[in-house]
């Protein structure tokens, strides 16, 4: 339990998600750092200990298996009764195609063979701001999913999202980014308990994003984190400079034009336009998928909707 506002960020381990931890930390929260490496992990919890007011434990899960989403949800649950924050902030971009099992069975009593790419990106952050939900509506809390620019490039075509066939690379990534904007809208649509909005943060030349990927997105990542590195100026960003709009969405006391928004450089801006009923459809296919009630999440009581 804590006196302080709480917030867990996903991807904590690395790149902007560090810096994001490191600067709610800084505003004296207690942050909830999750990631696959536990090495760098604890660092990250013991710089924010030495350097901040703030405190932060690691929260080990690996998003592309959704039982270890639960298990992520369920342990968070255990130790706390409210989330101020949820920062959906860890990604991935896959040259390969793979695929993983969503869990439990859908409603047509098959299993889905996701794209590795959109599991972790969109259907992992989808359950996990399901299964937190009690704890992000007690605190009247706020939901960040960090998006990208690159969604102006992606289609919201579910059926490319499952099996072997679909895009790869940065269509893949650039459809998964886009599936963050849509879920934003669409549950900033069902509930104002919650405020709900999502972000580009920047481009980060340093970015290990393609880090499970041997193939030209690696090496062009790389080749872009030398250029990049030796710029004085121009259109890359630090880590920390991009985790500011992240951090502005999850502490700003203003939130009066949060809510659904798509957010860079702190300012809101128009996203890629998306029908409503694209919105609507990609929230229940990922329902399904992610073998959840997509009814939620549960109308507040006091509530005429
Ligand atoms: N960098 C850019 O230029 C840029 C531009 C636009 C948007 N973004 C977005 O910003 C966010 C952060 O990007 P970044 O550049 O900081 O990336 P990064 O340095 O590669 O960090 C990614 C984080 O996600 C975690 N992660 C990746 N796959 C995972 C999985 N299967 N299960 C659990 N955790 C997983 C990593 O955990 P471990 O390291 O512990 O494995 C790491 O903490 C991403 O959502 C990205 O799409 C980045």
Redo the contacts with the bound molecule.
Sequence with gaps: MSDSQVALV??????????TVRGLAARGWTVLV?????E??HEICRTVRRETAGAATFH??????LD?VGALADAIADDYDRLDALV??????QDERRLVAATGERSDGTRAQVA?TV???HC?HYRLTHDLWPLLNAAGGRVVA?????HRRGELDTDRFLGPDGPTGQQA?AD??LA?VAFTRALARRTDAVTVSCC?????????????TGGLSRLG?KLFGLVGGLLPVGP??S?RA?AETSLFLATTDDTADLHGGYFSDCERTDAKPIEEATEEQCWAWTADVVGVDPEWPPVESGSDT
Excluded: C, F, M, Q
């Design positions: 996903t991807g904590g381990t690395s790149g902007i998600g560090r810096e999750h990631g696959r490496d536990a760098r992990g080990h899960a690996d998003l592309s298996t270890a959906n902030n860890a990604g991935t971009w590795l599991a972790v990106n992992a960090v998006s990208s620019d690159l990534y998964s980014k963050n580009h943060p920047g481009i980060v030349p340093s970015s290990r994003l393609a880090r499970e990542w890359v960003d880590e991009a």
